[in-house]
């Protein structure tokens, strides 16, 4: 689960990803299952350039406290905290899969940041998503200065069933 504030660059939004670890071939990534967003641009960029299954959402902010909701109702409700200094500025891999036109999608960005320890505490989740493993407070990361670049994803066919 990452919850992402994008404060500058091409867009500003708010973003809710929940995915499961993935391989594909040598590489290792996340596949994602929900991603929630509060922008339509992004939402559109999400379905249609890489393949993920945005969603538009409201995001509630009070301190580091954040309440996610749709058409539906709540998707979630969070809170986020940081533990300890970041460390110096590092490349760090992030890659995505997801699914567009019959086909696999991998998406690598290029991503840096600072990062420093925090953990991220359910406090609400729906019956309506799967149910989580755990609703205690899951470790993370924080990058309260990054940069990324999306390029477009590589896309590989998806054979058909025997």
Known sequence: MFVIRYRE??????????GTPARRGRRAGLYVHWIWVDDAQSLWGG????????????????GSRVRVTDGQGLVAALRLSA????LPRLPLPMTGFGSLDGARTVLTARFTAR????SVRVEEWPARLPALRHGGAR??????????LMPAPTLHPVPPAA
């Not at 990062?115 to 925090?118: L, S």
């Not at 470790?139 to 990324?148: D, L, V, Y």
């Open 9 to 18: 660059g091409t867009l500003g939004y708010d973003e809710l990803i929940v």
């Open 139 to 148: 470790p993370g990361f924080r990058a309260a200065s990054f940069t990324m």
């Open 115 to 118: 990062p420093g320890a925090a």
């Open 47 to 62: 379905r249609r350039i890489w393949g993920v299954p945005k969603q538009l959402a409201e995001f509630r902010w009070e």
């Open 83 to 86: 533990k300890g200094p970041s």
